[in-house]
């Protein structure tokens, strides 16, 4: 459509607009009415979300040693290198436990049981109401859920909260109850279900959880399989990993995403290799890439991938944030470190995605 406000049809402005920073694109909605109502258009947010999840990027927590109350996001972007942005709108010390299409699911350190939901970028923070329920694994030392992960439908408009945990009774080591609590964004309230399950979960797999097809993904403890949690009708399963992959001592595995697929990437003695679920339903795997990790040798022990698409890998070691260029395999460090206090950025890193994506 032609505008009559200028040389350019709508479209093509709507279409630079939606390339931009989201801290640009709102600065932009005070250069005129016409581009105020573009902006704030479903269609421009879809436009802008859809354009935004093909960039993933990489954010890393960090707290300021001298002051514990203030934390912090690293921002890494293979395109526009690195920025900070602050957590202070959220008017308490947070971690972040999940992440997906451009919100955070953030849990606070002093008042446990208490969830917020936010975009970092665009500032928007909602505070989820507290289940009645009782804390779902009391026996934990931070008290916390043995699993958080977050699901965001860009389409749907709608994300979902999930904790989950083995209940104990107090003196008792843990049952196979799994007890499940999730939070609908629609319904604006929580739903309890419970289950048998048998599976463990290593720190790194707790966080590692992938939002793929409906459902939220996560990697156990022994490697043979994945348990996924179907949001639409509250049922837990297992998919099978390659059988091709084999879970060693020398060999570790990670839960990522790929372009709206899900991807496993193993690492084992100078060498990463990428997998791909070619078919969701039939659980069928294909090896993508197998990247040599000589170059980097040193590094290889601690290594994490934390986000990936079809061009490029992020990956993260105790104190810096690599990128792997897929096309010229070259090998580049974004961000790093000097404190030597501060934990191992894998410990704190996660995928992320600029959107407009709402938590209201």
């Not at 599976?199 to 348990?227: P, R």
């Not at 990993?241 to 084992?268: A, K, T």
């Not at 395999?329 to 407009?356: C, G, I, Q, Y």
Request: proline share 4%.
């Amino acid at each position: 459509m032609n505008s009559p406000y200028g040389v350019f049809p709508d479209e093509v402005i709507l279409q630079i607009l939606a390339r931009l920073p989201v801290k640009s694109v709102f600065k932009t909605k005070i250069v005129c009415k016409l581009w105020y109502k573009l902006i704030s258009d479903k269609y421009f947010i879809n436009l802008y979300n859809e354009i935004s999840v093909k960039n993933p990027m990489v954010i890393v927590q960090v707290t300021d040693s001298s002051l514990e109350s203030r934390s912090s996001l690293i921002c890494v972007d293979n395109s526009k290198g690195v920025c900070e942005f602050s957590l202070d709108f959220v008017k308490d010390r947070v971690k972040v436990r999940g992440s997906c299409n451009g919100l955070l699911c953030l849990s606070s350190v002093p008042d446990k049981g208490v969830y917020y939901i936010c975009n970092p970028l665009t500032r928007e923070c909602k505070l989820l109401p507290r289940s009645r329920e009782r804390p779902i694994t009391r026996f934990h030392p931070d008290g916390e859920a043995s699993l958080v992960g977050l699901g965001c439908d860009l389409l749907k408009g709608k994300y979902s909260v999930v904790l989950a945990g083995y209940h104990r009774s107090f003196g008792h080591r843990p049952e196979r109850t799994f007890i499940c609590m999730v939070y609908d964004s629609e319904l604006k309230k929580w739903r309890k279900f419970v289950s048998l399950q048998d599976e463990q979960f290593t720190h790194m797999n707790k966080n590692q959880a992938v939002f793929v097809n409906g459902g939220l993904h996560w990697l156990t403890d022994s490697c043979s399989c994945m348990l996924v949690l179907d949001l639409s009708n509250d049922v837990w399963r297992k998919i099978q990993l390659p059988n091709e992959i084999s879970c060693g001592v020398r060999s570790r595995l990670y839960l990522l995403e790929l372009d709206g697929r899900l991807s496993v990437i193993q690492i084992y003695e100078a060498w990463m290799v990428i997998w791909v679920m070619e078919d969701y339903e039939k659980e069928e795997w294909r090896m993508v890439d197998k990247v040599s990790l000589r170059c980097i040798r040193g590094m290889v022990p601690g290594i994490f991938p934390i986000s990936q698409n079809e061009n490029y890998v992020f990956l993260a070691t105790h104190k810096q944030v690599l990128v792997y260029q897929r096309n010229s395999r070259v090998w580049k460090e974004m961000f790093s470190v000097n404190d030597s206090s501060t934990l191992p950025l894998w410990f704190s890193a996660h995928a992320f995605r600029s959107t407009l994506f709402s938590c209201h």
